[in-house]
Structure formats: C-alpha cells, structure tokens
C-alpha cells in the first residue's frame, strides 16, 4: 500500500518541459561565411601557422620608410636620396662599364671646376665605391624602399592580405621562397627588358609573385572543393584582381613610371611556383593518367624556373652596363 501510494503521488505532479528560446542562425552564418572569405582553408579545423614573415617583412618596410625622415645630410645630399642611392636597383652599380665609356669626359661639378672628372667617378661617386660594380645587394635592399607613402601602402595592402592568408596555411618556409624568388625574378626581368638606365625601388614583383601564386593555389583549390567556387572566384577578384586594376589604372592616369616589365617576371615566377606546387589547375580527371599529366606539370613548371634564372643571370652578367647619364 504504501509503495502504490508514492507512485500515484509521483505520477500526479505536474510535468515540467523547458524550452529554450530559438537561436538565430542568420548572425553566425554571416560571420562563419565573412570568416570562411577570409581564410584558404578546405577541410574545418585545418592546422594554421603564424604569418611571421609577412609581418616582419611588413614592419621591416614601414620602418625603414620611417628614416626617410631622418633630417641629416649625408654625401652631400638628403639622407632619403643617399639612402635611395645606397639600396635601389640600379644596373650600372651591379655590373662593369666598359672602359671607354668610363673615361667619357663629364661637365665640371662646382667642387671640381679645375678637375677632369670622369664618367667612371661619377659612377663611383653614385653607387658607393664599395664593391662597386659588383654590388649585388642591391637585389635584396631595393625590396625594403618605397618611392613615398603611396607606394609603400599600396605595396603593403597587396602584400599582407595574399601574404598573410598564404603563410598561414603553408607555412613561412614556403612563402619566403616565393617571395625571394618572385624578387629576384622581377628584377632580372626588369634589367632584360626595360631601360635600365634608370633605377627602381620597391617590392611591387615579389607582391606579384605572391598574387599569381595565390592564384593557382585557388583556381587548384576550385577543382576539389565544389560547394565553395563561388567564394574563390570572389577571393580571386577582391584579392588578385581588384588591386591590379586599380593600381594600373591610378599609375596611368597619374602618369607613375611602373616597371611593368618587372611585375610581369614576378609574376611569372610565383605562377610557375605554384604550378609546380599544386599542379596545373585543369579541371579533368583521367585516373593514373590525370596524376601523371600533374606530375609532369610540376617537374616541367620547375624546370622553366631553373632555365629562367640561368638564361637571365648569364645575360645580366655578360652584358656591359648603359651609360647612365646624359653628356
């Protein structure tokens, strides 16, 4: 009896359900699809590394800027022009002059009314005698200056929103090959087929090589991750083909000298990376066949880049510097 009675109690209390208030979803799937535009991952939880060198790379660039401001004089001229002379690229300090146009007889400076002055101390006077004509630093330091602000902000813009996503998913290694490389292959594009004459400064060829081998990473990514095209055809045109449009056109209505020679090897260089990378981004699928078309992309991708940095180097090496000034 008393048993029967506490399940008849226990059976007359009332029920009690909680329901808990419905969650919107519309607020965390636009931040999950602003955050997924953000990133180059394919599978969730995928491993991310710290973009150290874009940031180094980046601070690097605004500080050295920075002491563009340093009010001192220094080989009688601005600390910026010095520095400017010191760093950029500029082929007459990187490779000998041919003797007879170093003895090319130049106008009198004031300090040196009563003085022969040469076309060969005038070089040296340009480029620092120091390891001069071989001063082959200049393709590392022409990376680190920038004209004025906004080249150094359109650079850097370009520069850590490719660079930052890259590094991120590969790693540091990887992308300071590309970048060094595209570097390297911008400038010995730029001394085959523009004026070189002039000098140039800035980073604008590794920032291309970075962009054509962000490109190939995505258009290779387009052909497994099916649901997400849509996204990285419009990572592709923010990222890669807004800023070149943009910055061509301003250079072109502006009047800006752009090396377009040099973003052309650079470009070359960080797409030919890629594809030696990831492969060629084709979009058919053959089995055993399919893989050994993509393995031989890659070698041959590969074997343009070597062949690509012997030809120019012998042409860089082998030719006789300009005559840089005017008599």
């Not at 519309?26 to 491993?47: G, H, M």
């Not at 081998?213 to 990572?235: A, D, G, P, S, Y």
Request: hydrophobic content about 45%; aromatic content about 16%; proline content about 4%.
């Amino acid at each position: 009896m008393h048993t029967t009675d506490n399940i008849q109690l226990e059976m007359e209390e009332p029920l009690r359900v909680q329901v808990e208030n419905p969650v919107s979803t519309k607020k965390n799937t636009v931040c999950l699809r602003f955050r997924r535009f953000f990133t180059l991952d394919v599978l969730p939880n995928e491993k991310h590394y710290y973009p150290i060198f874009i940031i180094i790379i980046s601070i690097l660039h605004i500080s050295i800027h920075l002491t563009t401001y340093v009010n001192i004089r220094w080989r009688y001229q601005d600390f910026k022009s010095s520095l400017h002379d010191l760093w950029r690229f500029y082929i007459p300090c990187m490779r000998p002059t041919p003797y007879h146009i170093r003895m090319y007889t130049m106008k009198y400076r004031p300090s040196a009314r009563n003085v022969t002055y040469y076309y060969g101390d005038e070089l040296k006077h340009k480029c620092f005698s120091f390891l001069y004509p071989h001063q082959l630093w200049r393709l590392i330091t022409v990376n680190l200056i920038h004209a004025n602000w906004l080249h150094l902000l359109v650079n850097l813009s370009k520069q850590l929103l490719c660079g930052i996503l890259l590094e991120r998913k590969y790693g540091s290694l990887r992308i300071v090959i590309v970048y060094w490389l595209s570097n390297l292959g911008a400038l010995l594009s730029s001394a085959m087929l523009a004026d070189s004459r002039q000098g140039s400064v800035g980073a604008s060829g590794a920032i291309y090589g970075l962009l054509l081998f962000f490109t190939v990473e995505r258009l290779n990514t387009m052909k497994t991750n099916i649901h997400h095209r849509l996204l990285i055809v419009m990572q592709l045109i923010i990222f890669v083909a807004f800023p070149i449009i943009i910055v061509t056109s301003v250079a072109t209505i502006l009047h800006v000298n752009v090396v377009h020679s040099a973003h052309l090897g650079g470009g070359l260089v960080g797409f030919l990376f890629g594809i030696g990378m990831f492969g060629c981004p084709c979009s058919y699928s053959w089995n055993n066949n399919y893989c050994n078309f993509q393995l031989a992309c890659r070698w041959i991708a590969f074997i343009f880049i070597f062949t690509y940095f012997v030809v120019t180097f012998t042409i860089f090496f082998r030719m006789h510097a300009p005559f840089a000034f005017k008599s």
